[in-house]
């Protein structure tokens, strides 16, 4: 019983880790092309 609930534990870890990690690489490619459509006008 206890090994599902580390299971399930660690794999919502990683679906969080992984989900911070998309939101922060769309924040700074969205950054980026802000940056550069800023700079050419």
């Known amino acids: 019983m ?3 609930v580390f299971y399930l534990a660690s794999c ?3 679906f969080v880790a ?9 924040n700074a ?3 980026k092309v802000f ?3 800023f ?3």
């Open 18 to 26: 992984y989900i911070n990690y998309k939101e922060s690489l769309l």
């Open 35 to 37: 940056v550069k459509g």
């Open 12 to 14: 919502l870890k990683q």
């Open 29 to 31: 490619l969205s950054k």
């Open 2 to 4: 206890s090994c599902i």
């Open 39 to 41: 700079s050419n006008t």
